[in-house]
């Protein structure tokens, strides 16, 4: 049994027998809580829900089945689901996900709303779904989008039971498979003067500003970007050249039904905390009652001879993926420096997408993602990647970049001179933050904020620049999963409620069609333990942190990693000695 159906049939009625080897956790050493109502969950449910606030407060668009025309269908008999079952069913060619919770069943939209994953696949906890693809949450019974990736909702649809029958309806007219949130309450001029504004027009800062409005803020909102509409940045490296209209995340009208507004092109000088004002690049001045700070990273360089040469690029923003893809229509040979996501996800794109003749990634670790990864799974992309014709030079830095006003190739420390027409520095990124009066930075560039992801009275921050407190330990976490979730946090904050951020970080990578998901955080672990059939890409990688299990690492496994990352944030995944002992599959 893999650990998804394991999480979905914890979902079961108390009576039953929770002994029994599990693929992720041994429910022997479960603790066994007694359900307070009808509504709650059961015994073994209980032990593994993500728990914390209930971070959602979106007015979704209901439908009004009074209103249109509904057609209704059998989907499934009474007795053909257990409690905790998923199905996909259809109604009018409409897809559905029909789940069962408490002998009562739900149905909502089947896809994920982000990539439109298959949801009855995922991970089912409680009242929430976790997408199998990129672990996107979403409560089963109101439809909502709990978290990222994920920015719009499920529709829900009319369930109805009869004798030994379960009917749905799905409406002959609107929306079928999202529900994008809508404002909640409507602006007053007469009665609400407040300023908020969100500094960051990336994942953070755009969920952010949607959240402020759902909660029902009524006064003026500004969403400060010095670029265009925000746009999905983890598109970039995954697809180079990508057009601006499929990577914008919301378009103009989502703006203006919200009454967001955005200041395009638009860089803040200086935060003076104090006396609550911003300062642009042009001089002018904004004065704000509440700000949240989300103003990303800015890709590092390397400083040797040439770097400055024409066709030397970073990879940050949609210009920067537009100038490259430019210049690989006349080019045959590229040089990659850095061996981690970034680096790796280009020159995957770089020789299965662009048919680049000659790629080759030069880094100082021995294997790709050593420090991130390990060895073992490095060596999984680095052998992916050979496969596909990608060339490597590793454990090597580099001495220079020839070229006359160009780059013509890239020289190493060891002599070898490498031919490139396009060279991309993929070697990390650094808090990018404006001047700040009245509140310090953090030696690394950061900011350090609390666990409500405040940084001082009245001025939030969240995403890459954010030190929150995690696992005992201040850290920066440079995932875009996390700066949305963050985002949300601020803004439930900064509209008066008290919601603690407690997610635990997810981020994924797909190159040449295999994918890799990982739940948790963990620098420099102290041991990895890989479960599986490594040769094949079908494993688990479990990092070992302090004695404890906190991250994991999934390849052709099924949705391991999401279901992780459920088990984390409840603090119950399997002790370091099961894993090695085998009482955890695969």
Avoid at 290 to 312: E, Q
Wanted: proline share 5%; glycine share 10%.
């Amino acid at each position: 049994m893999y650990l998804r159906r394991l999480v979905n049939r914890l979902y079961i009625p108390i009576q039953q027998s929770l002994i029994h080897k599990s693929p992720i956790y041994n429910l022997q050493k479960s603790s066994l809580l007694k359900p307070t109502s009808s509504h709650a969950l059961t015994a073994a449910a209980a032990a593994i829900l993500v728990g914390g606030a209930y971070l959602g407060s979106y007015a979704v668009a209901e439908t009004k089945e009074d209103d249109k025309k509904m057609i209704e269908e059998r989907v499934a008999g009474v007795n053909d689901m257990k409690d905790g079952d998923m199905k996909d069913v259809q109604v009018n060619g409409v897809k559905i996900l029909l789940t069962k919770l408490h002998g009562e069943f739900h149905a909502t939209g089947l896809k994920c709303t982000h990539f439109g994953a298959p949801l009855n696949t995922g991970v089912l906890h409680g009242e929430l779904v976790s997408c199998p693809w990129h672990s996107a949450q979403f409560n089963v019974v109101t439809g909502e989008a709990v978290s990222a990736p994920a920015l719009d909702s499920l529709p829900v649809f009319p369930v109805r039971v009869e004798g030994g029958d379960v009917f749905v309806s799905v409406p002959t007219e609107g929306p079928t498979e999202r529900i994008i949130p809508a404002r909640k309450g409507h602006k007053c001029k007469c009665q609400e003067h407040r300023v908020y504004v969100v500094v960051g027009g990336g994942a953070a800062g755009l969920v952010a500003a949607q959240t402020i409005r759902q909660n029902g803020f009524r006064g003026r909102l500004v969403l400060v970007t010095k670029e265009d509409l925000p746009y999905d940045r983890t598109l970039l490296s995954k697809n180079i050249g990508v057009p601006a209209a499929k990577a914008t995340l919301r378009d103009e009208a989502f703006y203006k039904m919200h009454d967001i507004e955005v200041m395009r092109d638009t860089v803040v000088q200086e935060v003076d905390v104090p006396n609550k004002q911003l300062t642009f690049a042009d001089g002018a001045t904004l004065a704000f009652d509440k700000v949240l700070l989300a103003t990303g990273s800015s890709p590092n360089t390397i400083d040797v001879p040439g770097n400055g040469l024409d066709n030397v690029f970073t990879l940050r923003t949609i210009e920067d993926s537009n100038a490259i893809a430019a210049k690989i229509t006349t080019s045959s040979s590229a040089v990659i420096v850095g061996a981690s996501f970034i680096g790796l996800e280009t020159a995957a794109c770089l020789k299965k997408n662009k048919k680049l003749a000659d790629v080759t990634v030069v880094a100082g670790s021995k294997v790709p993602f050593e420090k991130t990864l390990g060895p073992e799974v490095g060596a999984v992309f680095q052998k992916l990647h050979e496969e596909n014709g990608v060339q490597f030079k590793l454990g090597r830095a580099v001495d220079h970049i020839s070229g006359q006003g160009k780059a013509s190739s890239v020289v190493l420390d060891n002599g070898d001179d490498i031919p490139a027409d396009i060279v991309i520095l993929g070697v990390g990124v650094k808090p990018q933050l404006p001047k700040l009066k009245g509140l310090a930075k953090e030696k690394d560039g950061g900011i350090s904020v609390d666990k409500y992801l405040a940084a001082d009275k009245d001025v939030y921050a969240a995403g890459d620049i954010a030190r929150f407190p995690y696992e005992g330990e201040k850290v920066r976490i440079e995932h875009w999963c996390v700066a949305q979730d963050q985002g949300k946090v601020a803004a439930h904050n900064m509209t008066g409620q008290s919601v603690a951020f407690s997610n635990v970080p997810f981020f994924w990578t797909n190159q040449y069609g295999v994918g890799m998901g990982y739940a948790g955080h963990t620098n420099n672990a102290d041991d990895i333990i890989v479960t599986g059939d490594v040769k094949n890409r079908k494993f688990v990688a479990y990092y070992v942190k302090n004695g404890k299990i906190a991250g994991v690492a999934a390849m052709g496994s099924g949705p391991i990693a999401p279901a992780a990352q459920v088990l984390l944030k409840e603090g119950k995944m399997p002790s370091v000695d099961d894993v090695r002992s085998g009482n955890v599959n695969p």
